[in-house]
Structure formats: structure tokens, C-alpha cells
Nanobody, 125 residues
Framework: QVQLVESGGGLVQAGGSLRLSCVAS????????MGWFRQAPGKEREFVAV????????YYADSVKGRFTISRDNAKNTVYLQMSPLKPEDTAVYYC??????????????????WGQGTQVTVSS
């Protein structure tokens, strides 16, 4: 069992920056690929970024490519999402998720085994 706790969300103006963190419980963090997803009001949860077990592979949604960076520190059981510059359309609840098998379906919600409770990001125009 893995428990995930996100933090770092908040209210920011367009063009600003935020860094989200997700801390995982347990000793097996390095055996999970870690993803970030987001869900805006009235919309489905969507893929944002994923990072492989050791951090050697990273993939991003087209909407955030070049603006967001995913990273991880396995010694701290933590995955990060650096976001800059932010746009109003980035407003959503952001979730981190853990996947025991890193494969071609990394962008699908159903691929992930564990989820955090989410952190709200609001970008004002």
C-alpha cells in the first residue's frame, strides 16, 4: 500500500510559477513510475506528466510541454511538478499517482494503482 500526499497548490497570477510536491509513504517509492494528472470543474481527469522509476524517462501532455517539468528524488520519496509560466487554463485540482508498471498506457487514469487527494491550483488572468 502506498499513500500519496500532494502539496504546493495555491492561487497565482498568469505568468507565475508554482512547484507541486507529492510525498509517498513506504520503502518502495523507487519501484513506481509517478504521474501527475489534473481535473478542472466539469471536465475529466487528464494526464499532465509522468516520470519513470529512476527519472530517466519523462513524458508530458502537449498542453504543458515546455512549461512544466516533472522530477523525483527517490531518497526523499518525493515527486515534483514545476510549473511556469502558468496560464488560466491550468486551473484545476492536481493529483499525483503511482504506477507499478511503466508502459505505453502512462497517460491513462486506469493505469495507476494509487492516488493522492489532490491540491488546488488556481491561475488568475
Amino acid at each position: 500500500q502506498v499513500q500519496l500526499v500532494e502539496s504546493g497548490g495555491g492561487l497565482v497570477q498568469a505568468g507565475g510559477s508554482l512547484r507541486l510536491s507529492c510525498v509517498a509513504s513506504g520503502r518502495t517509492f523507487s519501484t513506481y513510475a509517478m504521474g501527475w494528472f489534473r481535473q478542472a470543474p466539469g471536465k475529466e481527469r487528464e494526464f499532465v506528466a509522468v516520470i519513470s522509476y529512476g527519472g530517466g524517462s519523462r513524458y508530458y501532455a502537449d498542453s504543458v510541454k515546455g512549461r512544466f517539468t516533472i522530477s523525483r528524488d527517490n531518497a526523499k520519496n518525493t515527486v515534483y511538478l514545476q510549473m511556469s509560466p502558468l496560464k488560466p487554463e491550468d486551473t484545476a485540482v492536481y493529483y499525483c499517482a503511482a504506477d507499478r508498471t511503466f508502459g505505453l498506457n502512462y497517460a491513462k487514469v486506469g493505469t495507476y494503482d494509487y492516488w493522492g487527494q489532490g491540491t488546488q491550483v488556481t491561475v488568475s488572468s
